[in-house]
């Protein structure tokens, strides 16, 4: 390896973000601080009322919950260095913090998809089987599907995350994205990497694909159980669930495949940023948003907890 090429592995990489100094981009990233700030606060009342309220330690909210802690980690992975970053006018980051980005975000994408399946299948089973729901949906079944979800998102990460910084990368190493995505990052690398698109892509495939496929199935079945109740409180309550999942799924994997399962001559670096946005930073805050606000039993523990808060102060 020459010398050059040493140099240039090692150095950090420039990270170009989407904003600038005009007014109309200061006022954008007020809103992204703004929308970062209501996801963390969201994901994080979610994440403790779910482990708080008794009533709400049932399979379909422990699944919500573990949505809830990947989309915070999702969000807290790529949004303050992108702060930090545009603050303090310091565009670098090291080959190690791209690495545990990459990791990270991977990871956590992955993870999320067959966490979203397993939410589908709870639904199937709750609504089309529910007799037998406390047999196929019990609390060990339930803690697998969510450590499989995790191990398999982990394990793409790995993978993703080794093979992208085994490339030498060459030029000015800008990356045109406001955090180290994988096919960004690919476009400046100096050897070949057809071969590691194609993975990639056999990837989405498997991470993408074969989740909505089960979602489909789910809710097939649902909506059919669901006509076949007929009308009153039971299926009204059940299509809202439904409702409300099927929402987050369809940001979710619509932006997702989107961005990783276009071909690479598509793709600009502006189309990406713009719908990276969507799925790492805006659809972490609509999650809780779109469950808490169409869940009666989410807004009664929340209100349950304020209560106890105010009894608190009065007593104090």
């Not at 791209?98 to 589908?120: D, N, P, T």
């Not at 659809?283 to 929340?302: C, E, G, H, Q, W």
């Amino acid at each position: 390896m020459s010398e050059e090429t040493n140099q240039t592995f090692n150095s950090d990489f420039i990270l170009v973000g989407i904003f600038s100094d005009s007014p109309t981009h200061i006022f954008l990233f007020s809103l992204v601080l703004g929308i970062f700030t209501v996801a963390f606060m969201g994901n994080t009342v979610m994440v403790l009322l779910i482990c708080l309220d008794n009533q709400l330690h049932t399979p379909m909210y422990f699944l919500l919950s573990q949505l809830s802690l990947m989309d915070l980690m999702l969000i807290c992975t790529t949004v303050p260095k992108m702060v930090f970053n545009y603050l303090s006018g310091r565009k670098s980051i090291s080959l190690a913090g791209c690495g545990a980005q990459i990791f990270l975000y991977v990871s956590l994408l992955g993870a999320e998809c067959f966490l979203l399946a397993s939410m589908a299948y709870d639904r199937y089973v709750a609504i089309c089987h529910p007799l037998r729901y406390s047999i196929l949906m019990n609390q060990k079944i339930c803690g697998l599907m969510a450590a499989f979800s995790w191990i398999l998102g982990s394990l793409d990460g790995i993978i993703e995350a080794a093979v992208a910084l085994s490339f030498s990368y060459c030029g000015a190493r800008e990356i045109p994205h406001f955090f180290c995505d994988v096919p960004a990052l690919l476009t400046l690398s100096c050897t070949n990497t057809l071969l590691f698109e194609r993975m990639i892509f056999i990837c989405c495939i498997i991470m993408l694909l074969f989740p909505v496929a089960v979602i489909i199935a789910s809710y097939v079945h649902v909506i059919v159980a669901v006509i076949h109740m007929g009308s009153g409180e039971g299926p009204r309550k059940a299509f809202g669930t439904c409702s409300s999942h099927l929402m987050v799924v369809g940001m979710y994997y619509g932006a997702a495949m989107f961005i990783y399962m276009r071909p690479s001559s598509d793709r600009t670096p502006t189309q990406d940023k713009f719908v990276s946005v969507f799925y790492t930073i805006l659809t972490p805050m609509l999650n809780p948003l779109i469950y808490s606000l169409r869940n009666k039993d989410v807004a009664r523990a929340f209100m349950k907890v304020l209560g106890r808060g105010k009894s608190g102060e009065q007593i104090a």
